[in-house]
């Protein structure tokens, strides 16, 4: 079984507007191609014509029993009836985790004005997962995005369980000590390539996840992501089956952290 825990339906290429219903069909093909049995798709923390709400894509997803919804967060721009909104698809197991962008919008995670949403995270049982390590856009302000900041609402929230994107690339191994430290604090790998990886760049990054689990011990918290489709599923499969890890421990990354953590029924699947 495979659980991809990060995707996106935003269309990158802005020259032109793709539907939402094209953009979760693309998904659900490249799903079946790749023997992907279920994904979460991240909304943005903005909204506009590429990029489309959480209220939309939690109704486009309906009878789609192989996709769920984490909620992008807006830092910036969030306002009580996106609170009153999110408690409400909470309520009802509509999402299934709530993501910030620092990096892309200029504060640290343990920024007071966010104490709501952790709160709120807490009280139903879901994680919360934060963009981490270098910016897809230029504009970004990495200084936000380094996963040793998030040591601190770790620390402060250990109730609140935590997922680092990215492995906080290329801050892998600060990302690994936050991990070992912290019991509520777990890591995808999605986003470590534009599109497919090179064989160079491959063995690379096979050696720092190795790494990473060497000094982290078992991987029980690690969950396995693509980015799609800024990420390639077929290159990342490949990237996986190269890990030199036994298959019960590739199993746990695959898919049994994540059916765990984000308490997906695999039993539907």
């Not at 693309?26 to 590429?50: A, C, Q, R, W």
């Not at 790494?211 to 490949?238: C, F, H, Q, R, V």
Request: hydrophobic share 35%.
């Amino acid at each position: 079984m495979i659980i991809d825990v990060h995707t996106h339906i935003n269309n990158y290429h802005e020259d032109r507007v793709v539907s939402l219903e094209d953009c979760l069909n693309l998904l659900t093909e490249t799903m079946v191609e790749n023997k992907v049995d279920y994904s979460l798709v991240l909304t943005s923390y903005k909204v506009n014509e590429h990029r489309p709400s959480t209220k939309q894509v939690v109704e486009a997803i309906k009878g789609r029993d192989n996709l769920g919804v984490v909620s992008g967060i807006s830092y910036l721009n969030y306002n009580y009836k996106d609170i009153i909104e999110i408690s409400d698809y909470l309520e009802r197991g509509l999402i299934k985790a709530l993501k910030f962008y620092p990096g892309y919008e200029p504060f640290y995670p343990n920024d007071s004005r966010l104490k709501v949403w952790y709160e709120m995270a807490i009280e139903y049982d879901v994680p919360v997962m934060f963009h981490s390590g270098d910016t897809y856009a230029p504009t970004g302000k990495v200084k936000y995005s380094h996963p040793l900041h998030i040591d601190d609402l770790a620390v402060d929230y250990p109730d609140l369980k935590i997922v680092i994107c990215h492995v906080g690339n290329p801050w892998i191994r600060d990302c690994m000590e936050v991990v070992y430290k912290n019991q509520n604090v777990y890591a995808d790998i999605s986003g470590l390539v534009l599109g497919d990886f090179s064989e160079k760049f491959e063995r690379f990054m096979k050696k720092e996840i190795e790494e990473m689990i060497t000094y982290a011990g078992d991987p029980n918290y690690l969950l396995y992501g693509t980015d799609w489709p800024i990420s390639n599923m077929k290159s990342y499969l490949k990237f996986m089956d190269q890990l030199e890890l036994d298959d019960e421990k590739k199993e746990r990354i695959l898919w049994k952290n994540a059916a765990d953590l984000y308490k997906i029924d695999v039993s539907k699947l």
